[in-house]
């Protein structure tokens, strides 16, 4: 019995030595345990694939984290398109698990006295971007659970930080930190009110739904607006129907129906998008280019039955 005991001492001696071990990171920056799985982190932003800012983003990455997933949303964000960017933002989110850092930098006011943040919300996703509205439908949809601005210079790239690279300064250090099992309430002081989008949404009327074109599902060039497809079908429409809608205040006749194959090859169709908004499409062909429409736009689909708008 008594060397019993002994070998359970031993056990438990071992694992509090190995679990103070684990709560620490290499700079002795005070982290959290590291989790079993590699980290994921998942990177968007509008830099485009015409120069090295990317790769360098990356490089910065792999320098601190060598053991974390890197995944990418996309680099087409259009340039400064912060509501754009939080709506894709939004529509990947969902597909990813607790604990997975989200690295975003769509960031037109680098170098001024916007926040850089890291972003906890309540699914236990982490976000490390520019304090001026990515986060906004995120949180919406989640919760919040706490946010930091990003002031430790230990968790920046050293020995200095550009004015106008702070995805490779800030950012991407910190998303690696995070990776690295850093604890991110270390990372600076609390923000007790981030900044808030304040997105489109449609409105609808007695005698229809007045929407805005807010996106191209590219490369295909269909539309895509901010008309839920629930609210849409309220007005009484049945799949195979012809509505004539006013895109931009033109007239545009077209059927609606559930997918791109229901209309001969080239003709127009209105259909709920997978993520269910009103779109609009040619089939096998591009509708932005063909009918020379880009964002921003105005839509109004009229209730079955109701006067054509003028």
């Known amino acids: ?6 070998f359970f001492a031993t056990l438990v001696l071992a694992g509090t030595i190995f679990c103070g071990a684990c709560a620490k990171t290499p700079s002795g920056k005070g982290a959290v345990g590291q989790a079993s799985a590699r980290p994921t982190i998942v990177f968007m932003t509008d830099f485009g694939t015409a120069n090295d800012a990317v790769a360098v983003c ?20 259009t340039p400064f398109q912060i509501e754009e960017a939080s709506r894709w933002l939004e529509g990947v989110t969902p597909y990813y698990p607790s604990g997975t ?19 906890k919300s309540k699914k236990g996703q982490y976000f490390v971007l520019p304090d001026n509205g990515l986060i906004t439908p ?18 920046m790239l050293q020995p200095k930080v550009s004015s106008t690279f702070h995805g490779r300064d800030i950012f991407s250090p910190a998303a690696a930190h995070l990776a690295e099992g850093w604890d991110f309430t270390l990372a600076g002081e609390v923000v007790p009110q981030l900044v808030q989008l304040t997105p489109k949404s449609s409105k609808t009327l007695d005698n229809g739904i007045e929407g805005d074109i807010i996106g191209l599902d ?24 012809k509505i004539i809608v006013q895109l931009n205040k033109k007239p545009l006749s077209m059927p609606y129906v559930k997918t791109f194959m229901d209309v001969p090859v080239g003709d127009p169709l ?20 063909v009918n020379k429409i880009t964002p921003p736009g105005t839509l109004f689909i009229p209730r079955k039955g109701a006067a054509i708008k003028k």
């Open 1 to 6: 019995m008594a060397s019993r005991i002994r």
């Open 58 to 77: 990356k490089a910065v990455i792999v320098g601190i984290a060598p053991d974390a997933r890197l995944m990418d949303i996309t680099h087409q964000v």
């Open 101 to 119: 850092i989200f690295l975003v930098v769509v960031d037109p006011g680098v170098g001024t006295s916007r926040k850089a943040v890291i972003v």
């Open 138 to 155: 995120v949180i919406e949809r989640d919760g919040l659970d706490s946010a930091r601005e990003i002031t430790n210079s230990g968790w």
């Open 218 to 241: 590219d490369p295909y060039g269909s539309l895509v607006t901010d008309i839920p497809g629930e609210e849409f079908k309220k007005l009484g429409y049945q799949l195979g129907d």
């Open 270 to 289: 209105l259909y709920v998008d997978s993520r269910g908004r009103i779109g609009l499409a040619l089939n096998e062909r591009n509708f932005s280019q």
